[in-house]
C-alpha cells in the first residue's frame, strides 16, 4: 500500500471546484492508499492572518474533510503545528536549500509582486512543504499544476540531502489528479472557480445554504442561444454548468443533452441547482453535527499522535544523517 500526503491551507472556505478536484478523490484514495492529509496551517501565517479568525478555519475545514467523506479509521488526518517535527524538518530543509531555488518559485512572485513587506516564511516555505511531505516518506504527492514546482523542488531536496548525507528519504512522485471536470466561474466561464473571487456570484462553496446555491446557479452566465450544448469554445457558460450537473449527479454529459433536448435554460439551471444540493446537503448536515463536538477534537487528537509517530521516527534519522544532536551509547 503506497502512501499518499495532502496539504490543506485552511484559508477561507472550499468550493465545489476544491470537493470535485480534490476533496473526493481523497475519499476515493484512502480505500488504496496509506493517506495522510493534513491541515497546514503554518503556511497560512507566511502572509497576516486574524488568529480567532484563523483558528476557526483550522477547526472548520477538519469538519468538512470527515463531513465529506474522510473516514479517520482509514486515513490519518491532523493539525500540522500538533506535529513540531514539520518546523524541525523544515529548517533542516532551509540548510540545504538554496537562494537561488527559492527566487524562481512563481507563487512566491505572484504572491509578493507589489507588496512593501513580505515575510521570510513566504520566501522560505517550499522548504517548509518538503518537509510536510518527506517526514511520512510519501510516495505519492496529488498536486495541481500550481503546486507542480514545489514538488519538483521537494524531489530535488530528498535527492541532494541522500546523497550528502544518508539515504532517508523516499523520492515522492508527483500526480496530477486524473482529468475530470474543471469547474470554472459561474460569471466567468473562462476562468477557475476561486474561493478567493471577489464577486460572491462566481463561486459555490460547500457550505452555501440551498437557496443560495440555486440563486448562484440560476445567475451564472450562459448564452442567448437557449440551447443546452457542450462547447467549451463557443458556450463555455452552458459547458460549466454541465460539467458541474455532470460530476455532481454521475449522468454522463451526453445524456444530460437529451435530458434538456427543447427546454429552457430555467429548466437546466433547476437541474443543475438540484444535482449540486443534493449531494452538499448532507455534507453540510454532518459538518454542523461534529464541528464543535468532542468527537472532533479526538480525531485530531488521535490523527496528531499517529502523524507524530511516524514523523519522529523520520527526523530522529535525518537528524542522525545530519550529525545534530548527541549519539547515546
Partial sequence: MKTIFSGIQPSGSLTIGNYVGAIRQFVELQETHNCFFCIVDEHAITVPQDRLQLRKNIRSLAALYLAAGINPEKATLFIQSEV????????MMQSIN????LERMTQFKDKSEGKDAVSAALFTYPSLMAADILLYQAEIVPVGDDQKQHLELTRDLAQRFNNRFLEVFTIP????????ARIMSLQEPTKKMSKSDENIKASIFMLDEPKQIEKKIKSAVTDSEGIVRYDKENKPGVTNLLDIHSAFSGETIAELEAKYEGKGYGDFKQGVADAVISVLKP??????????SNELDEILDEGAEKASRTANKTIQKAKKAMGLGRVRK
Fill in 98 to 101: 538554496y537562494m537561488g531555488e
Fill in 283 to 292: 455534507i453540510q448536515d454532518r459538518y454542523y453535527e461534529i464541528l464543535d
Fill in 84 to 91: 513540531p517535527a514539520h518546523t524541525q524538518l523544515g529548517w
Fill in 173 to 180: 512522485e508527483i500526480s496530477i489528479p486524473k482529468v475530470g
